[in-house]
């Protein structure tokens, strides 16, 4: 079985009008502050800013204590306002990929536009990594993102699906390309959700829940457990110890890979080429078993 931790890294990327945006950044706070119209929103900038100045610290080190490495989803604008964090990153091993230029929706962003996010993602990370990122996790990804993706050519695969549990190619007018789903539900932006995690035990609990059946499953088949965290949401103290719980509990069992995503990726390119593997051109009626 392989677990594979994404940690979203967005301070600096979200909606702001000192990025030029028409209004302030609601989503994902834990604070319930609506979105604010032309003006500066100071405290949701703290939430946001908590992250790359505690969170992301803390986890850092309770995944060099695990001995675990994480992909860590960087969105570039808010990387390129953080390098120390960003070094930090790269010098404990972690795999730095794209969470796009902006942290934004670009459902409806011109398609040449999203192109030049793409290329300034790209080379964001290349010169503060050393490294162009062959992963790419969108979120709110556009119509044209995955072509855009393998138009621009370089990236192993993308998490912009949330549709299986394994990863699976599908093909593009340039070829074939690899997705490996994400997951909303093993997530902890689900701390933010009136519906979600109360607590540290909430998030513990369906973490180790899910992760029981999924190792049972691995017994006939290999399963993946795709996990999404935010440093400004289980970066704080009381909601950390959730996610330590869950980690003691899987380095209990064999058997478990903690990967990250261009692990699987380069797995999967190896082990399951395009040619031998299940293609799909759109996602209904197609998953694993």
Known sequence: MAINLNLNVEAGGEHSVLEGDDHSEHLLTDIGFPAYSGVRSPIVESVFEYGPRVGA?????????????????GVVRGLQQCPELTRAFVEHGHEVLSHGWRWIDYHLMPEA?????????????????????????NGRPSANTRRLLVEHGGFLYDRDALNDELPYWVELDRGHHLV???SLETNDNRFDQNH??????????????????????????????????????????GKAVGLIRFLEH????????????????????????????????????????
Not at 113 to 135: F, M
């Open 113 to 137: 536009e999203e192109r030049e996010h793409i290329r300034l993602a790209v080379e964001g990370i290349r010169s503060l990594t050393g490294r162009a990122p062959v992963g790419w996790f």
């Open 180 to 182: 490996i789903p994400y």
């Open 57 to 73: 610290w803390r986890l850092l080190r309770i995944f060099k204590d695990f001995g675990i490495k994480i992909s860590i989803l």
């Open 196 to 237: 979600g995690f109360g607590s540290a035990q909430d998030f513990s609990r369906y973490m180790i829940d899910t992760f029981d059946l999924l190792y049972r499953e691995g017994a006939e088949a290999p399963r993946i457990m795709s996990i999404g965290l935010h440093d400004r949401l289980i970066g704080r103290p």
């Open 250 to 289: 899987a380095r209990r069992h064999d058997r478990v890979w903690f990967c990250t995503g261009e692990e699987i990726a380069r797995h999967w390119h190896e082990t399951h080429p395009p040619q031998t593997s299940v293609t799909v051109q759109t996602s209904p009626g197609v998953g694993a078993r």
